[in-house]
């Protein structure tokens, strides 16, 4: 069993940053790919950035590459997003999530565990 908590969400202009993070409990999360995915009210849970087990691999949906970057710390249980340039069009709940499955999942139903979300809002 996995626990996650994310932090860090708010209130942000556009062209500014927010850097999430997720802790996870637990001995094993070094098994895990690690995710953040977003969603607005009415849509469905949309991928943002996922990396590999050990950190090696990263992949990004294609509207933050170059201004998200995923990254983790398997000896402190972390997982963070750092967001930058932000757009009014990421506003969104985040929600960290952990996968079982190996490579770089990008699917939701990839993934096992789920953080109970946080919400990033950017204002004009």
């Known amino acids: 069993q996995v626990q996650l908590v994310e932090s860090g969400g708010g209130l942000v202009q556009a062209g500014g940053a927010l850097r999430l993070s997720c802790a996870a409990s637990?001995?094993?999360?070094?098994?895990?790919?690690m995710a953040w995915f977003r969603q607005v009210p009415g849509q469905e849970r949309k991928f943002v950035a996922v990396?590999?087990?050990?950190?090696?691999?990263?992949s990004y949906e294609d509207s933050v590459k170059g201004r998200f970057t995923i990254s983790r710390d398997n000896a402190k249980n972390t997982v963070n997003l750092q967001m930058n340039s932000l757009k009014l069009e990421d506003t969104a709940v985040y929600y960290c999530?952990?996968?079982?499955?190996?490579?770089?999942?990008?699917?939701?139903?990839?993934?096992?565990?789920w953080g109970q979300g946080t919400q990033v809002t950017v204002s004009s």
């Open positions: 999530a952990a996968s079982r499955s190996f490579g770089v999942p990008t699917t939701t139903g990839n993934y096992d565990y």
């Open positions: 637990g001995r094993t999360f070094s098994t895990y790919a």
């Open positions: 990396i590999s087990r050990v950190g090696g691999v990263t």
